[in-house]
């Protein structure tokens, strides 16, 4: 079994240390303001560290589950921060949706130190962490990704390494934000129904009977014409944070992302019209609200 450091217990990560804890591994972990996920694995035996350098000074592998990239770089560096707690053969792994740009800087940093980074972000839900049985989208050097295999499938189901370090970063942003330019074109395509006066079940039987039909329709639809968001427990306010970062990364690539400012401008609006903690299913209501 192995001693891992664990940064960031939100709903995700608080799911994988406890799918760590029943696997039998050594958890030491670092929490930020809500205290219910550090008191839930340190009820189970896990150690609770002072810093982030404390805690990747007690590990063999340091995990981070963040919320934005600034996050992540906040708990790397600096005098208390993980890289300043590395030496040699250790291994640092961001589950985050994190910028590739950043992701490789960190990486040159933590090499310096003798360790290695892997970027790792994830697809599926808590409740899929809490099971094992994440979608791992990896990267980084691939000798030190298969050392550390056993470990990610004791949380994921379907494990890619997918490149160098930052593919997995890029491709999640891709990933992200191709679903999220679909769940604003089913949105307003709902809420076009209304004003059309044509039941929004119609159009999705119309739709799902021909190459239209796909999971996130399914996801939406579950909303638009159920009354169920929880299908996409991801919110408004995350679903900004995820097609700004795509923007943001082509930007760096010298060019413009023609879809994403669509779908970054209603994100955004929803947001300021309050509705950043509703969940991304529920951008119908946005678009109904929108068109009267």
């Known amino acids: 079994m192995t001693h891992i450091g664990f940064i960031g217990l939100g709903l995700m990560g608080s799911a994988m240390v406890q799918r760590l804890l029943d696997k039998g591994h050594t958890l030491t972990v670092l929490g930020n303001v809500n205290r219910t996920g550090v008191d839930a694995a340190t009820a189970r035996g896990a150690n609770e560290a002072a810093t982030a350098r404390d805690l990747a000074e007690a590990a063999d592998i340091v995990m981070l589950c963040m919320g934005t990239s600034d996050h992540v770089e906040a708990r790397m560096r600096g005098e208390d921060g993980v890289i300043a707690g590395l030496s040699d053969g250790m291994v640092v792994i961001d589950f985050g949706t994190s910028l590739p740009g950043s992701t490789v800087a960190l990486g040159k940093e933590v090499a310096a130190k003798g360790a290695t980074m892997l970027d790792a972000p994830l697809g599926r839900t808590p409740t899929h962490g809490r099971e094992g049985k994440l979608n791992i989208m990896g990267a980084g050097d691939e000798a030190t990704f298969e050392r550390v295999r056993p470990v990610l499938q004791d949380l994921g189901e379907n494990i890619f390494h997918l490149g160098p370090l930052g593919a997995g970063h890029t491709i999640k942003l891709i990933n992200n934000f191709y679903a999220m330019a679909s769940v604003n074109a089913l949105s307003e395509a ?22 239209n039909g796909s999971g996130m329709m399914d996801f939406i639809k579950a909303y638009a014409v159920d009354g169920d968001p929880t299908k996409l427990s991801f919110s408004v306010r995350n679903a900004l944070k995820d097609v700004s970062y795509y923007d943001r990364m082509v930007s760096d690539f010298g060019r413009s992302s023609i879809m994403a400012k669509g779908a970054k401008e209603a994100i955004g609006r929803a947001v300021e019209d309050g509705h950043g903690d509703d969940l991304v299913p529920q951008m119908v209501d946005s678009y109904a609200r929108w068109f009267g």
């Open 190 to 211: 709902f809420a076009a129904c209304d004003i059309a006066g044509v039941p929004r079940e119609s159009l999705y039987n119309v739709l799902s009977a021909g190459p």
